[in-house]
């Protein structure tokens, strides 16, 4: 196949297929062994300074915040990011824990740019950024799940998204036309928050799926949040909704409410003033730091957060969902 | 309730809103566009089918959704299932309208939302891509909803992270984007703007009321195609300005 375009971004993972399939044979359980750990366990287990990091949906929809939060507590270094996210990623960001990233897009929705995505970018600290369309991330784990080391595609072709990426274009070798070339996509670690899960790692979640099923089967390590933890049973009696199976899985961590200030569907509402305590927060260095004291340095632990938030408080976001 | 005047957001929702036809796809991104479905379907589009990048597909838009992933965006709607099938339902050419916004647009309609400046040391990182690009790419006509003055509209945007014609006719095509897609509509908060059959560059269509074609041109960074024919377009009806204002964005988070 002819090459006839190269991004000149930077290749940050290299999509190697043989190693992740040895990988997936040798480290990953077959077995149905007890996962649940704490946050505390599966963070410092699963993740190392270096690693190459995916979370899953958005930084206010089902995201693994808990998760999130302490990665930042235990200041995990040097991390090389698939950039697609809101809250947890602005965390990250606004802690100096980013060293390089795949961007599609950081922000913060209807409350606009990131500020902390401009000062990490701005200021250099993050010196890589690659850039992506939304679907060409999602397509590059789906390559990596397809155990392909790339995927063609008809996104990002004749813009500087492509120019800035690290994609090809090439001629289809079978109609001749111009195709855009994704690498796949393998992370160290992922991490996704489901609604539930039993403690081999059998996940359901409800609603949309976003690009949990691609991001699970892209991941050499994989930690699910839950906000249950389910009898086995109950999975066995409606396998179709496990979109994601055991073996894909290394770490079950029981978090409810793992998606605050997020919301998690037909669960609870998002916290608002919580976002927008965030939004006004992150403006400022030394405010985003306040932040970063209170909800995270300055609690031990997942449980110690929801204390903080109050019950109350988080009573009433279900409560918003029950009355729908 | 004072319905004789509006604000500009409320104008281009308006607008925005009756170009989007009853019956038919139209990909929706977070802000305005959602406004824009939200109203239409309460006017004069009961089934319009919104499309999120994240999974919704034909949702209900009661209520204005925050996030392009969060439950507001499924609400009672047809189907609830994932970005790839959404982007890939794009590609395929199953869906004929894209809304999107930008910081930046050129004469050829292509977009930036990826930084001011220079890409490696920029003056603002701003949000990236996101699915614009994916929007702009593979649906079949692309909306675009921008506020207009020249530091948006502008001769050359500093990224192209959406593609509209390229550099004109037959660019989108070289480049190997599908044949038949690209930018059809800008809505301004002066203007509805469109794109010449041929040089695929911007062309007046028509200006808002109490607009004159003289601050379009002032307000616009590059050179506009203007007919011989302006169009005006009708103001924010009553009935449309109360719909925005008492359902579709009562917390007034947009408008």
Redesign the interface.
């Given at each position: 196949m002819e090459v006839v375009e190269s991004g000149i971004g930077e290749l940050i993972q290299t999509p190697d297929i043989n190693s992740f399939r040895e990988w997936n044979r040798q480290n990953k359980p077959k077995a149905l062994v007890d996962k649940v750990m704490t946050e505390q366990e599966a963070i410092a287990r699963f993740v190392h300074d270096g690693d190459y990091i995916g979370t899953e949906l958005y930084g206010t929809v089902r995201c693994p915040m808990s998760l999130a939060r302490e990665l930042v507590r235990q200041g995990k270094k040097g991390l090389r990011i698939a950039g697609q996210g809101v809250l947890e990623l602005d965390l990250w960001l606004a802690a100096g824990l980013v060293e390089k990233l795949d961007i599609t897009y950081i922000g913060l929705e209807v409350y606009g740019i990131s500020p902390s995505l401009r000062r990490a970018v701005e200021s250099g600290q993050v010196g890589t950024t690659v850039e992506w369309s939304n679907a060409a991330i999602a397509w590059r784990f789906k390559a990596a799940a397809m155990g392909v080391p790339f995927i063609p595609v008809r996104s990002m072709l004749g813009s500087d998204t492509f120019n800035y990426s690290a994609a090809k274009v090439v001629r289809c070798p079978f109609t001749g036309q111009k195709v855009c070339l994704l690498p796949a996509l393998i992370l160290d670690v992922g991490m996704i928050h489901v609604h539930r899960a039993d403690r081999y790692g059998n996940a359901q979640i409800e609603g949309i799926s976003g690009f949990a099923f691609e991001l699970a089967r892209a991941s050499k390590r994989l930690i699910i949040s839950a906000e249950e933890i389910i009898p086995t049973e109950e999975i066995r009696r409606y396998p179709d909704r496990t979109i994601i199976p055991y073996y894909l899985v290394d770490a079950v961590v029981e978090a409810p409410f793992g998606s605050h200030p997020g919301e998690m569907v037909y669960l609870y509402e998002r916290d608002e003033e919580l976002i927008k305590e965030w939004v006004e927060m992150s403006k400022e260095s030394e405010t985003t730091q306040e932040y970063l004291d209170r909800y995270i340095y300055g609690v031990k632990n997942h449980a110690e957060y929801l204390k903080l938030i109050g019950e109350e408080r988080l009573a009433y976001l279900k409560e918003i969902v029950a009355r729908r | 309730m004072e319905t004789s005047t509006y604000n500009p957001t409320e104008l281009m929702i308006c607008i925005a809103s009756r170009l989007m036809e009853d019956g038919t796809t139209a990909f929706i991104g977070?802000?305005i566009p959602m406004l824009a479905a939200s109203l239409a379907q309460k006017m004069h589009a009961p089934n319009l089918i919104p499309i999120f990048?994240?999974?919704?597909t034909g949702a209900i838009l009661e209520r204005l959704p925050?996030?392009?992933?969060?439950?507001r965006?499924?609400n009672k709607a047809l189907a609830?299932?994932?970005?790839?099938d959404i982007?890939e339902t794009?590609?395929r050419g199953f869906i004929e309208y894209g809304f999107l916004g930008g910081a930046q647009i050129d004469p050829y309609g292509n977009l930036n939302s990826?930084v001011i400046g220079d890409?490696d040391?920029?003056?603002?990182?701003?949000?990236?891509?996101?699915?614009?690009?994916?929007v702009g790419?593979?649906c079949w006509r692309t909306i675009i909803i921008m506020r207009h003055d020249k530091r948006r509209f502008v001769p050359q945007v500093d990224?192209?992270?959406?593609?509209g014609y390229?550099t004109g006719p037959g660019?989108?095509e070289?480049?190997?984007?599908?044949p038949g897609t690209g930018p059809y509509r800008v809505v301004s908060n002066l203007a509805l703007l469109g794109f010449h059959e041929e040089s695929k560059r911007m062309t007046l269509l028509a200006v808002h009321p109490g607009v004159t074609v003289e601050q379009v041109v002032e307000n616009t960074g590059f050179a506009l195609i203007i007919p011989n024919h302006v169009g005006t377009n009708e103001a924010p009806t009553p009935e449309e300005l109360r719909i925005l204002r008492e359902e579709v964005d009562k917390e007034r988070?947009y408008i």
């Open positions: - | 977070t802000g990048e994240f999974g919704g925050l996030a392009v992933g969060e439950q965006t499924f609830a299932s994932g970005i790839c982007m794009a590609q990826t890409h040391h920029p003056k603002v990182r701003l949000p990236g891509s996101g699915g614009a690009n994916d790419s593979h990224f192209i992270t959406t593609p390229l660019a989108r070289e480049a190997g984007l599908a988070l």
